[in-house]
């Protein structure tokens, strides 16, 4: 019997759903090295391998054969060919720009552990889909707002969520949609440099945003009587801001959020939320020669009468705060620990925080590859964004499960 590779799903499954992986048809007790490789949108390759050893049967269940020592891990990690994905190019952040075609995933199964790959034994081909069917994808253009709602499958009600990107500007489809599988009605908001939105705003007034909330709360299909909000990194700040200053926010998910507004000022109404002061001279060069720049942000808990924290015990939603401990781009952990302080004393109990050891700064859906030195968000220079392979892989899986128990105990 010629080896072959059974995966179940066979053909297709979510990104951010477990693929189970074996091969059968080895020989007993033989050395093959498995590879998995994708493409993204702009034709760069993502690769991992791994070392493996078939049991007395010539069977391999990558859920009961650890990896040998050699490959891009090693160790029991039945998804460990998904989440060490990692790019061709160096640098390159893996991103799906179109979330209604799949990422085409390889899989090959090498004989031996050799440098080279041995000889090709078996192969496949995986659909990795961002949307499940029946899941609507409905670009929205009312009024000011520029966004993608998507709808899970049915005519019911669903929680309705708005979630928001960090800097970079443009609109961020993949968070969303993958929510949209698991029952939220999601929609992705774009604020700036996307279409007819400004290219570099001098402020960001949350009417905007408070547009996109009513949006969602006039919607036939969004559950009211509020919404929840999910944010990365400025796009968290932004979600504390709408729940310091607007009406109808019931939850706010936030991954490694500034409690205060940087680089761009906010304004509600006759309110303005100045900017905390960026010193980039403070940027340290580590070992690698990438700069972290996890000091260059003013602490605003210890200046006096600072006007840039975000006054989140204003708002009446609950606060899940997700940190990475090793984020090096905003000193997360730290800010989160300190604004439920303050919202402790003041004898609020609408907070918790979720703290991820070995994790940077980008916490993505399930199975991302790690994006650990990349683009500084503000400096635009390459820089150490944090985070470890394997912690960050289970950060991910937990972070995402909470996510979602989060907004169904309080949508």
Known sequence: MAPSIRLSPAGRSLFDEPLAIAVQGL?????????????????????????????????????????????SFSGLEPMGLLWALQPQKPFWRLVKRDVQSPFLLQLEVFEGHGERPGRLLAQAQHERAFLRDGVRRVPVREGRIRATLFLPSGEDTFPGIIDIHGLGGGLFEPR????????????????????????????????????????????????????????????????????????????????????????????????????????????????SKFLDYSDVIDDPFQAPGNQSRIPLEKGEAQFLFMVGQDDRV??????????????????????????????????????????????????????????????????????????????????
């Open 330 to 411: 905003v000193k997360s952990e730290y800010y989160a620990t300190e604004v439920c302080k303050l919202l402790q004393a003041q004898g609020k109990e609408n907070f918790q925080i979720l703290s991820y050891p070995g994790t940077g700064h980008c916490i993505d859906p399930p199975f991302f590859p790690l994006y650990h030195i990349g683009s500084h968000p503000v400096f635009h220079k390459r820089a150490v964004l944090g985070g470890e392979l394997r912690a960050y892989s289970k950060a991910q899986v937990h972070a995402w499960s909470q996510i979602q128990a989060f907004f169904k105990k309080y949508l």
């Open 27 to 71: 020989g007993p007790r033989q050395q093959v090295t498995l590879r998995t490789s994708l493409r993204d949108e702009t034709g760069e390759l993502f690769q991992a391998s791994a070392h493996y050893q078939a049991g007395d049967d010539g069977e391999l269940d990558l859920a009961r054969s650890p990896a040998l020592p050699g490959g």
């Open 176 to 287: 969303a949609s993958l929510l949209a599988n698991h029952g939220f009605a999601t929609l992705a908001l774009a604020y700036y440099q996307f279409e007819d939105l400004p290219q570099e705003p001098k402020e960001l007034h949350l009417e905007y945003f408070e547009e996109a909330v009513n949006y969602m709360l006039q919607h036939k299909q969004v559950k009211g009587p509020g919404v929840g909000l999910l944010g990365f990194s400025k796009g968290a700040e932004v979600s504390l801001a709408m729940a310091a200053f607007l009406k109808n926010i019931l939850a706010v998910a936030s991954l490694n959020a500034p409690v205060a507004a940087t680089c761009i000022p906010f304004s509600y109404k006759d309110k303005i939320i100045p900017t905390v002061t960026l010193h980039e001279h403070k940027a340290k060069a580590t070992n």
